[in-house]
């Protein structure tokens, strides 16, 4: 099976069809739409699946190993919000609350990237290890942090109290989640497996028609606020970020497998945490244009080009570890 095939098979996998139909049922201007509450539950019970699944794969991994590249990737997801606000503020003139959600999304991680590429390298013989689940659980927070203070510095009025984000329930419930399936082990997993792994998928396809059925009736209503600019941010912003990651790689001395699923992850931009926190912690923030760049750009650009390009940097950098 070729890289190719992985990205046919992963753009035909029923989160990402669902989101095609919550885009269709937008653009033909259904009156399908989610309840808010219900909406928000979904959000919440996400981010409590990733962060426990993430915790339990901690607790099955030596620290030793793990420290120096959960460092890394959490250094790269509070970082790179911070350098993606600052160029994408430079190009266009975008309202700052937009840029900060914008920017926290090219901090965090796309789920389905990251299983792509995994599945990518388990072909090519470059498997990564099991803790790399614990770092992409760790790379989700820091990025939401950084983008509610990058919103918070707008201004006195509208803006966040720079003790907010610390508070913020989306981070709360991300941060506890991790710990608590760190302590509780492959244990813990099992007991609560018919609900955060079972039903992940399911409750992540209503989660995405309804992300779809957002970014599609944003991009009717806000269309022509896509600007080249913009655009192509969703495109330069995950080279950008994988060549960094390359460098950290190179420093803390991962193997190629390791260094192309960091790489990967830096490059990835979340649609699922942080819409969800975003939704909730930066209601003034349009959802639309985050998603569009995310998942319409980011996101079939790296199953495209980026993960095949990653793993080649990777072999020909590291190829000798």
């Given at each position: 099976?070729?890289?190719g095939?992985?990205?046919?098979?992963t753009?035909?996998?029923p989160p990402?069809?669902?989101?095609?139909?919550?885009?269709?049922a937008?653009?033909?201007?259904?009156?399908?739409?989610?309840p808010?509450?219900?909406?928000k539950?979904?959000s919440l019970?996400?981010?409590?699946?990733?962060?426990?699944?993430?915790?339990?794969?901690?607790?099955?991994?030596s620290?030793?190993d793990?420290?120096p590249?959960?460092?890394?990737?959490?250094?790269?997801?509070?970082?790179?919000?911070?350098?993606?606000f600052g160029?994408?503020?430079?190009?266009s003139?975008?309202?700052r609350?937009?840029?900060?959600?914008?920017?926290?999304?090219?901090?965090s991680?796309?789920?389905?990237?990251?299983i792509?590429?995994t599945d990518?390298?388990?072909?090519?013989?470059?498997?990564?290890?099991?803790?790399?689940?614990?770092?992409?659980?760790?790379?989700?927070?820091?990025?939401?942090?950084t983008?509610?203070?990058?919103a918070g510095?707008?201004?006195r009025?509208?803006?966040?109290?720079?003790?907010e984000?610390?508070?913020n329930?989306?981070?709360?419930?991300?941060?506890?989640?991790?710990?608590?399936?760190?302590?509780?082990?492959?244990?813990?997993m099992?007991?609560?497996?018919p609900?955060?792994?079972d039903a992940?998928?399911?409750?992540?396809?209503l989660?995405?028609?309804?992300?779809?059925?957002?970014?599609?009736r944003?991009?009717?209503?806000?269309?022509?606020?896509?600007?080249?600019?913009?655009v192509?941010?969703g495109?330069?912003?995950?080279?950008?970020?994988?060549?960094?990651?390359?460098?950290?790689?190179?420093l803390?001395?991962?193997?190629?497998g390791?260094?192309?699923?960091?790489?990967?992850?830096?490059?990835?931009?979340?649609?699922?945490?942080?819409p969800?926190?975003?939704?909730?912690a930066?209601p003034?923030?349009?959802?639309?244009?985050?998603?569009t760049?995310?998942?319409?750009?980011?996101f079939?650009?790296?199953?495209?080009l980026?993960?095949p390009?990653?793993?080649?940097l990777?072999?020909?950098?590291?190829?000798?570890?």
């Amino acid at each position: 099976m070729e890289l190719g095939s992985i990205a046919v098979a992963t753009f035909a996998s029923p989160p990402v069809l669902f989101f095609i139909l919550g885009l269709a049922a937008a653009f033909i201007r259904s009156d399908l739409k989610f309840p808010e509450a219900f909406a928000k539950g979904l959000s919440l019970f996400l981010i409590m699946a990733i962060g426990f699944k993430g915790g339990a794969e901690m607790a099955r991994a030596s620290l030793s190993d793990v420290v120096p590249v959960l460092v890394a990737g959490i250094i790269l997801s509070a970082g790179l919000p911070a350098l993606s606000f600052g160029l994408l503020r430079t190009t266009s003139s975008l309202p700052r609350v937009d840029v900060a959600a914008i920017a926290a999304h090219y901090g965090s991680i796309s789920i389905v990237t990251f299983i792509a590429a995994t599945d990518a390298a388990r072909l090519l013989g470059l498997p990564g290890d099991g803790a790399m689940v614990a770092v992409a659980a760790a790379m989700e927070a820091p990025a939401i942090l950084t983008g509610l203070l990058l919103a918070g510095a707008a201004g006195r009025t509208g803006g966040l109290r720079l003790v907010e984000p610390l508070t913020n329930g989306s981070i709360v419930l991300l941060l506890g989640a991790f710990v608590i399936g760190w302590v509780s082990g492959d244990a813990g997993m099992a007991a609560v497996s018919p609900l955060f792994v079972d039903a992940f998928r399911g409750v992540l396809c209503l989660f995405l028609l309804d992300m779809g059925l957002i970014a599609g009736r944003g991009l009717v209503e806000h269309g022509r606020r896509m600007k080249p600019a913009v655009v192509l941010h969703g495109l330069y912003m995950p080279l950008v970020s994988a060549s960094i990651a390359l460098g950290m790689a190179a420093l803390i001395g991962l193997t190629p497998g390791n260094a192309a699923l960091l790489m990967t992850l830096a490059a990835s931009a979340s649609y699922i945490a942080v819409p969800a926190a975003m939704r909730l912690a930066l209601p003034d923030a349009r959802p639309a244009m985050s998603l569009t760049l995310s998942l319409g750009i980011t996101f079939p650009f790296n199953l495209l080009l980026g993960i095949p390009l990653y793993f080649t940097l990777a072999q020909l950098v590291l190829g000798g570890q």
